[in-house]
């Protein structure tokens, strides 16, 4: 008799913080030293496709990430997520005989991205978030998402914050365990639904030093960095939350612009000083104030994770405006579906120039929901439990 | 009767800082919101040199700097100066009778750099303390440097530095008057004399925003800032100058680098923010970590001010190694006297390409004197008092 697949497929977004996490006070738990806030991206254009399966004819715990195996147990990140998930449906199938004894066995776990991760779109917070949220499923595990942000955060801090959708907030909590924290929504995608986003990929977005080892190196050396996370996150976090909740753009957007630069002035602090901005990054800070000045008032704000991809928030209503502008910069680059009308903005030439050369593609999109759980008919893995290598890489 | 040309022609040196100053607490005066130590580099290589005269019959106070005529009272920084000097030769003269009459007469200053004002080398703080200098003498005011700088303060606030050879100090002084915000030396060249210098121009180094412009966004925006004046200068300035007094080049190396970056972390942080550094900055940056990498020890050590010219410190001892990778990767550049042999270290290959399309000129110089009083023979009047035009543009 053939023995029972049982699977799972769910899909996750990424997230782009506004107010940034970078440092961590306990390197093992992930644990964060201070409180970030982020806005989730439509899954319409971002997304990780993750489906956790396990049976009893499954000989090892197998990970295939966008087409690579790689053993569940050799990844010290993953092992932990899956340590506490199956510990939690054990003490479930303890408690209630009737459920399938399905944690103890082995796991398959496939993964794709839609989005090539040589892009550099912090495809890890949505991978671990849809590798969390796969198994609690798989696992039919009763935890609020709050609950799972705790084991998403071990497998990459800011995977927690995807686990919901619209405004959400990762708490850094107090406790030495790490129990408290954990990821919160501030508001859903439906209290402020108009926020657009496009993302502009430059072009040589090579690794520099990984996000793990530049933010511990800030922590060790920077002088700086202490005062910022003390004094100055603290403040920002509740005006931040109440921007969100009043729909405030402008200050959203100047608290957005001011936390990324001040990140990246942490990183330049740090010794040997880290660089994730580059002159294609800044040209593109300019044309972003140029069309704030043009506009007359904050009507776009840039914000730069642990690269030079620049991610521009804005509001529907300018969208036109702001769309036309990077249109007329980066008309070279993939990812336009169509040819816009001619920018309203006169941008600084120097500053166009260099952003027409440096970004080779644009992504278009939105705030969006929390993971999804997809239809069997979405599912990565053929009948017999291997995967289907299907998908974008 | 032909009226008498009184005259004094000296030359003044530029000066690097190795602690920033960046931030006015008293725009009018310029008073510092912090202490800053710098290098007097070579008057042998980089120098303003400066004639002033004064005659009856000159019939307006003027200046020609670098062949442009302008007035003296119709730039208040220069009016400031004049003003205060004149008045202390007045005073002189009213408690001497012995002395020439000459106070009250107008004056024709002369001054020339001998390196391009392009090319962005703080030529301010040598041309006001040229300018401060040479009529001082002229009026024969028995000042010391210091009772001096509080004068050239007034007209570029690094001018004070450049009133000293050697290792200086600009103390902020807390007074509102600024009458002790003054430069001292921190020890003379021959305390230290082995210290070289590279200065790499480069190429695209069109002005960006203003230093007094910059400086003062960052005081009003910037976040970590104040904390830097507050609690991290006083505390550098004090190591900075052991460092120079024990001659310890690793300390001196650690901070110079580490100040350089912090200053440009707080440009950063200002909103809208401030780039100094462009993608060859970084670059040099690399190269300098290459250097140090491969003597397993810090011997070179880079600063930048507001611009991406990279000044690099290091010893005599370690010139081959040092210059010998500098010409492997800026051979193109201009200001190269010889070639140099192979390097020894293996530069990123990234940065190598970058730096030798960035910088376009070099300048090898090392710790030098103070200003110092020229011969007749090499004043920039002719026998009427006009500028002969003499000297490189």
């Known amino acids: 008799m053939d023995k029972k697949v049982y699977q799972c497929t769910v899909s996750a977004p990424v997230n782009i913080a506004v107010i940034k996490y970078w440092g961590k006070r306990d390197v093992a738990l992930n644990l964060p030293t201070n409180s970030s806030i982020s806005v989730t991206l439509s899954q319409d254009d971002l997304r990780t496709v993750t489906t956790a399966s396990c049976s009893e004819k499954f000989e090892n715990d197998t990970l295939w990430l966008n087409g690579n195996a790689e053993e569940i147990f050799a990844n010290k990140r993953l092992r932990v997520c899956v340590e506490e998930l199956r510990k939690a449906r054990l003490d479930l199938e303890e408690e209630n005989d009737d459920l399938d004894k399905i944690g103890a066995l082995k796991l398959h776990v496939v993964s794709e991205n839609n989005f090539p991760t ?10 671990y978030a849809a590798f969390c949220e796969a198994i609690a499923r798989l696992y039919d595990l009763p935890w609020t998402p709050t609950q799972l942000s705790r084991i998403a955060r071990q497998g990459s801090g800011s995977a927690c914050r995807s686990l919901f959708g619209g405004y959400v907030a990762w708490e850094m909590g107090e406790l030495h365990s790490g129990a408290d924290s954990v990821a919160v929504q501030v508001e859903p995608v439906e ?5 657009r986003v496009a993302v502009l990929v430059a072009s040589a977005a090579k690794k520099g030093v990984s996000s793990t080892a530049g933010m511990q190196a800030t922590v060790a050396s920077s002088t700086l960095f202490q005062h910022r996370i003390q004094n100055i996150v603290p403040q920002r976090i509740q005006e931040m939350k109440t921007a969100i909740r009043e729909r405030d753009f402008e200050t959203f957007a100047k608290l957005t612009m001011t936390d990324s630069n001040q990140f990246h002035a942490c990183c330049l602090d740090t010794f040997p000083p880290i660089f994730y901005l580059n002159d294609t990054s800044r040209a593109v800070i300019r044309v972003v104030e140029n069309i704030n000045a043009t506009a007359g008032k904050t009507i776009a704000a840039y914000t ?13 209503e300018n969208s036109e405006i702001v769309l036309n502008t990077l249109y007329a910069v980066t008309k070279n680059a993939e990812g336009w579906s169509k040819q ?6 006169t941008v600084d030439s120097a500053a166009a120039n260099i952003v027409s050369s440096g970004i080779s593609r644009v992504i278009l999109t939105r705030v969006g929901n929390g993971p999804r759980v997809l239809t069997i008919d979405e599912s990565l893995i053929d009948a017999s439990g291997n995967p289907k290598f299907i998908g974008s890489h």
């Not at 040589?118 to 991978?127: D, K, Q, R």
């Not at 816009?340 to 903005?345: D, Q, W």
């Open 118 to 127: 040589a892009a550099g779109l912090a495809s890890s917070a949505a991978g």
């Open 191 to 195: 209290n402020w639904p108009e926020i």
């Open 304 to 316: 730069f994770d642990a690269g030079p991809n620049a991610v521009i928030y804005f509001l529907e």
């Open 340 to 345: 816009y009308g001619s920018s309203p903005v």
